[in-house]
C-alpha cells in the first residue's frame, strides 16, 4: 500500500477524416498526467485535479474513476486507488482530452497491479471512459494514445487493432481553436445512414488511406485525406474551418481536416520545413479570425502511454 505510479498519454488526432471512429494518432503534445496511489480503502478516489476546474471529482462522473473501477472490478483486488489528474489537454478539443486521461490511468493502474491486463486489455477500459465522456466507447483516441502510432480499429466485436506503418516523414499540425464542442454534440448532428454512392467512396479513402500509410506514398495519402461523412456535417460548427483547411492545402499540407469532433483541425504534411510553413499559414489565417487558440507541431508520436 501506499505505493504510487505517475503516467503520462498525450493527445491524439483521430478520424484523419476518412476513418471515423476507426484511425487515430498520437502527437506528442499536449498530454495529461495521472497519478495512481495504491490504498486499502478498496474504492477509487479522485483526490485532485490540475489545469481544468470544470471536471468532476465523483469516481462516477469522471473518466479516470470509470476507467480505475472498472480495473479494479476486473482484476478482483481488495485495494483502492487514490488519483491525481493533471490536464494538460482542454476538453472538448478535438484532440483527445477525455482518451488522454483515461489511457493515463489504465496504464498507470496496470503497472501498479503488476502489468497483469495486455496493452489491448487496456484500450478496453479505456474505452469505458469514452462511454462516459462522449455517450459513446469509440476507440480511435485512447487507442493510439495508450499504444502510439496510427492505429487503425478494424473491428469493435471483437475489438481488433492494427499498428499502421508511420513514414518517416509525416508531421502533423494542430490548430486548437480555443472553444468547445462536446463530442456527444458532434455526433448528434451526424446522419445514422449514408447511402452506398457515400460508402464507396469512404472506403475507398480508408483502402487509399492505409495503402499510402504502408507504402509511404505521400501523394496517396494526401488524396485520400477526405471525409465525405462527418465534415459536411461537422465543419458547420467551426468557424473559418474551410479557409483554414485551405490555408493548410495551400502551404503546402498533404491534407486536413477536422481532428476527431473538432473544434481542433489538423494537417499531415511530408517532413518538419514543410510542416512548419503549413503552421506559420493556418497562425496567420487564425490571427485574421480573432480567435485565441493553440498551435502544435509535431511527428507522429509512437511512443503510447508512458510511466514518468
Ligand atoms: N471518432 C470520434 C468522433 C472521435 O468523431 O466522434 C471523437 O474525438
Known amino acids: 500500500m501506499g505505493r504510487k505510479v505517475r503516467a503520462k498519454a498525450t493527445a491524439t488526432v483521430s478520424n484523419l477524416n476518412c476513418g471515423f471512429d476507426i484511425l487515430g494518432l498520437a502527437?506528442?503534445?499536449p498530454y495529461d498526467f495521472v497519478e495512481l496511489e495504491m490504498t486499502d480503502s478498496g474504492v477509487v478516489e479522485i483526490a485532485g485535479i490540475k489545469g481544468?476546474?470544470?471536471l468532476s471529482h465523483d469516481p462516477e462522473k469522471n473518466v479516470v474513476?470509470?476507467?480505475?473501477?472498472a480495473m479494479i472490478r476486473k482484476s478482483g483486488t481488495k485495494a483502492g486507488l487514490r488519483a491525481f489528474i493533471e490536464k494538460g489537454i482542454t476538453p472538448g478539443s478535438g484532440i483527445g482530452s477525455s482518451a488522454a486521461s483515461s489511457a493515463a490511468a489504465a496504464f498507470a493502474a496496470n503497472d501498479l497491479m503488476g502489468r497483469i491486463f495486455s496493452?489491448?486489455?487496456?484500450?478496453?477500459?479505456?474505452?469505458?471512459?469514452?462511454?462516459?465522456?462522449?455517450g459513446t466507447?469509440?476507440?480511435?483516441?485512447v487507442a493510439p494514445a495508450l499504444l502510439g502510432g496510427i492505429t487503425l480499429i478494424r473491428s469493435y466485436e471483437p475489438l481488433d487493432i492494427v499498428q499502421v506503418n508511420v513514414p518517416p516523414e509525416l508531421f502533423c499540425v494542430?490548430?486548437?481553436p480555443d472553444m468547445e464542442i462536446k463530442t456527444s454534440t458532434a455526433r448528434a448532428i451526424l446522419d445514422k445512414h449514408i447511402t452506398l454512392t457515400t460508402a464507396v467512396k469512404q472506403w475507398g479513402n480508408v483502402g487509399g488511406l492505409i495503402a499510402g500509410l504502408f507504402s509511404e506514398d505521400y501523394d496517396l495519402i494526401g488524396r485520400s485525406l477526405t471525409d465525405h461523412v462527418a465534415e459536411p456535417k461537422r465543419s458547420a460548427l467551426i468557424p473559418g474551418f474551410h479557409e483554414l483547411k485551405k490555408t493548410a492545402i495551400q502551404h503546402g499540407a498533404l491534407g486536413a481536416g477536422i481532428s476527431g469532433s473538432g473544434p481542433a483541425v489538423f494537417a499531415l504534411c511530408r517532413g518538419e520545413l514543410?510542416?512548419?510553413?503549413?503552421?506559420?499559414?493556418?497562425?496567420?489565417?487564425?490571427?485574421?479570425l480573432g480567435i485565441k487558440y493553440n498551435a502544435y507541431l509535431s511527428p507522429v508520436n509512437r511512443e503510447g502511454a508512458t510511466i514518468c
Open 174 to 176: 494542430v490548430i486548437h
Open 27 to 29: 502527437i506528442r503534445e
Open 65 to 69: 474513476g470509470v476507467v480505475l473501477n
Open 119 to 134: 496493452p489491448k486489455e487496456l484500450v478496453t477500459f479505456a474505452m469505458e471512459g469514452e462511454q462516459l465522456a462522449s
Open 52 to 54: 481544468c476546474d470544470s
Open 274 to 288: 514543410s510542416a512548419k510553413t503549413v503552421i506559420s499559414g493556418m497562425r496567420a489565417f487564425m490571427e485574421t
Open 137 to 141: 466507447a469509440h476507440a480511435d483516441n
